[in-house]
């Protein structure tokens, strides 16, 4: 039984290729953080070592050894604490490591968790293993930042994209897999944009949301604050983007959510807000604010997005954000 939920199109491409034993070599799987690249890349490994008749079985030796982590021709690799990329020697490694007969299965799997990650060097040098790849050994490369990933490693490997689920999806999955009351299910899909594995960690890490309420509460309180106080958060966002990009990215993403509610709001409807537990601030917000307002700012953040990419001055960037979001009037 495939563990992967949805995404039917990648599913039945990897099926399909298994049955007619067309398998490529290599793999990219491309798409937003924790909508569940790996548990697809878990999935091929285990149906390419199974031993049962139909594919990953979830019950045979091989099946087991790799859900435990445990198989000794299934590798992870990403990056290793002391260095921010996925390092040459890592990938020399693995290249060693393919140059050997698989050891208890049938095929031998390196996942690479983070392609955006390698190293030039580690890069140039899985492009050599990718243009000549040994048997017996499949290769899957993760990124949720395919524009990182270098172009030639990109064209070498079959590309798979893995959009977010629809909501209703992440919702059943839920309360049918996971036995999350209605409410709570509904808060959880919705705030997760459809990547799964993020609502399904928050249903058992509860600092997940209680994070989201201090962002969210900083958020709301920005749109009454005076400049100081905007250019002090400014400073800080700045400091924390320098420690972790993706942490500030998923903020921006939250405050691009929190703003497209106040617009559906404007608009006068409720239906497809995402902060569906925050209905009374957001009206409230909404009210003060005019259309115009909320869509610059909406222009904004994403423009926001867009500098820090191309790896403007993150400082700057948030100071210009600042100036530009709107203050609340006061009712
Ligand atoms: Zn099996």
């Given at each position: 039984m495939w563990q992967f939920m949805g995404h039917s199109r990648a599913r039945t491409l990897l099926s399909r290729s298994l049955e007619a034993g067309q398998l490529s070599h290599a793999y990219l799987f491309v798409g937003p953080p924790h909508v569940g690249k790996l548990t697809l890349a878990l999935d091929l490994a285990r149906a390419v070592n199974c031993q049962a008749d139909r594919v990953p079985c979830g019950e045979c030796a091989a099946c087991r050894r790799i859900a435990e982590g445990n198989h000794s021709d299934v590798k992870i690799i990403g990056r290793e604490e002391q260095h921010k990329v996925i390092t040459i020697s890592q990938v020399r490694e693995m290249d060693n490591d393919a140059s050997l007969p698989p050891f208890e299965g049938r095929c031998k799997v390196f996942i690479f968790d983070g392609a955006e990650l390698l190293s030039q060097d580690a890069a140039n040098r899985l492009l050599k293993t990718l243009e000549e790849p040994p048997s017996n050994v499949l290769i899957i490369l993760l990124t949720s930042r395919e524009k990182d990933v270098l172009p030639t490693i990109i064209s070498r490997c079959q590309r798979v994209e893995l959009p977010p689920l629809p909501i209703d999806v992440v919702r059943e999955t839920l309360t049918e897999?996971?036995?999350?009351?209605d409410e709570k299910a509904e808060l959880l899909a919705r705030v997760s944009g459809g990547c799964l594995g993020w609502a399904i960690q928050a249903t058992q890490d509860g600092g997940l949301l209680e994070e989201r309420d201090r962002r969210l509460n900083a958020l709301a309180g920005l749109v009454h604050a005076g400049l100081l106080e905007r250019f002090t958060y400014a400073a800080e966002l700045a400091n924390r983007f320098s420690k972790s990009r993706e942490d500030v990215e998923e903020l921006l993403s939250l405050w691009i959510q929190w703003w497209r509610d106040l617009l559906i709001l404007k608009c006068g409807q409720s239906g497809p807000v995402t902060n569906v537990d925050r209905l009374s601030v957001l009206s409230g917000q909404a009210d003060t604010l005019s259309t115009e307002q909320i869509v610059g700012f909406i222009r904004r953040l994403q423009d926001a997005r867009k500098y820090l990419e191309q790896n403007a001055n993150p400082r700057l960037v948030f100071e210009v954000l600042m100036l530009n979001m709107p203050q609340e009037k006061p009712s």
């Open positions: 897999r996971y036995m999350i009351d």
